[in-house]
Nanobody, 127 residues
Framework: QVQLVESGGGLVQAGGSLRLSCTAS????????MGWFRQAPGKEREFVTA????????RYVDSVRGRFTISRDNTKNTVYLQMNSLKPEDTAVYYC????????????????????WGQGTQVTVSS
């Protein structure tokens, strides 16, 4: 069982930056690929980015590539999402999730591959 706790959300003006953190319980963090998803009001949950267990492979949705950066520190059981040049359309609840296939170096965009989810953190970007 893995428990995930996100932090770092908040209100920021367009063009600003935020860094989200997601800390996992347990001692096998590096065996999980980690992903970030988001859900805006009235919309379906959307894949944002993912990183493999070792951190050597990443994947981004086109709308955030070049603005967002995912990273992880396996010594701290934490994955980060650095968000720069934020836009109002980035407003959403952001969730981190853990995929137990991290040892396979996968970076899935499908939520069905993630077994564990955090409670979410709100990001609001004002225009």
């Amino acid at each position: 069982q893995v428990q995930l706790v996100e932090s770092g959300g908040g209100l920021v003006q367009a063009g600003g930056s935020l860094r989200l953190s997601c800390t996992a319980s347990g001692r096998t963090f590096s065996s999980y690929s980690m992903g970030w998803f988001r859900q805006a009001p009235g919309k379906e949950r959307e894949f944002v980015t993912a990183i493999s267990g070792s951190g050597g492979r990443t994947r981004y949705v086109d709308s955030v590539r070049g603005r967002f950066t995912i990273s992880r520190d396996n010594t701290k059981n934490t994955v980060y999402l650095q968000m720069n040049s934020l836009k109002p359309e980035d407003t959403a609840v952001y969730y981190c999730a853990a995929d137990p296939r991290g040892f396979l170096n996968v970076v899935s965009s499908s939520g069905s591959n993630y077994d564990y989810w955090g409670q979410g953190t709100q990001v609001t970007v004002s225009s």
